[in-house]
């Protein structure tokens, strides 16, 4: 090995000359520890000093094509594009209650819950889409006999919010992407949004990737929601504005963020 080279890869260990027998073969596997330092020698000597990569100057004149799913979210219907105003107020709402739950988070899980209420499991999907949904929506049934009771109907948001908090952080997540698997094939209901809103406060910042990829994915179905509304139902269409909003301003998604109208 040249100087030059040695100063740029310094011996590790002095090695001298291997006494070795006069019939070495250095295309076989070496026998003894004598063997293999020589075998290293004589296959560093063979390496050249330089080596210069072969490429191909046409394929550098290609310019690569990458196809990357971006999507944003779809404008609202004319006339419904929430105020910069609105979004904003919104927003203080949102991180008041974030705050709130916070501030009270220890006595909450202290809580115990109504003898009658019993949490699913975290694995269960149906389970949590039962629960949160109740009977009605869940079963598809538009309208209950009188004397037919489907289960408990957690109608206030604040009782969702004390039924989520005890909640730990991965159940969070996939209740989460529960209900948002649940709202890609279904329509749009009140309860949905009440949960949706729920969970979306317990969220922790940072987020996890997890998370980021649904809040981006429940916007995105909240704008074709909205987009396809026939009725122009403007509570409905409130609500998957707010949706939209809390995702893409509070969450910081930016790039989903309604333009003010």
Not at 198 to 215: N, T
Not at 218 to 247: D, F, H
Request: charged share 25%; glycine share 4%.
């Amino acid at each position: 090995m040249e100087s030059g080279l040695e100063e740029l890869m310094p011996r590790l260990l002095p090695v001298g000359d291997c006494d070795l027998a006069e019939d070495f073969d250095p295309t076989v596997p070496p026998r003894t520890p004598q063997e293999y330092l020589k075998r290293v020698q004589i296959e560093a000597a063979r390496c050249p000093d330089v080596v210069v990569a072969q490429i191909d100057p046409r394929k550098l004149k290609k310019k690569p094509t990458v196809n990357i799913s971006i999507s944003g979210c779809q404008p609202a219907p004319e006339g419904y594009s929430p105020t910069l105003k609105w979004q904003q107020q919104q927003v203080a709402n949102f991180s008041a209650v974030r705050q709130s739950l916070n501030k009270h988070r220890n006595h909450w899980r202290s809580q115990h819950l109504d003898s009658n209420v019993t949490m699913p499991k975290s694995e269960d999907e149906e389970g949590w889409k039962k629960f949160c949904l109740g009977e009605r929506v869940y079963s598809e049934i538009d309208a209950l006999p009188d004397n037919e009771n489907l289960g408990i109907d957690y109608m206030k948001v604040n009782t969702i919010l004390s039924l989520s908090v005890p909640l730990l952080k991965a159940t969070v997540t996939s209740v989460l992407e529960y209900l948002i698997s649940w709202f890609g094939e279904k329509k749009f209901t009140p309860e949905l949004g009440r949960w949706l809103y729920a969970l979306l406060a317990c969220l922790e910042k940072p987020l996890l990737p997890e998370a980021h990829s649904l809040i981006r994915q429940l916007a995105r179905r909240c704008s074709e929601v909205r987009a396809l509304e026939e009725s122009k139902n403007e509570e409905q269409i409130s609500a998957l504005n707010l949706i939209i909003c809390l995702v893409s301003r509070y969450f910081d998604q930016r790039d989903l963020a309604d333009e003010p109208s």
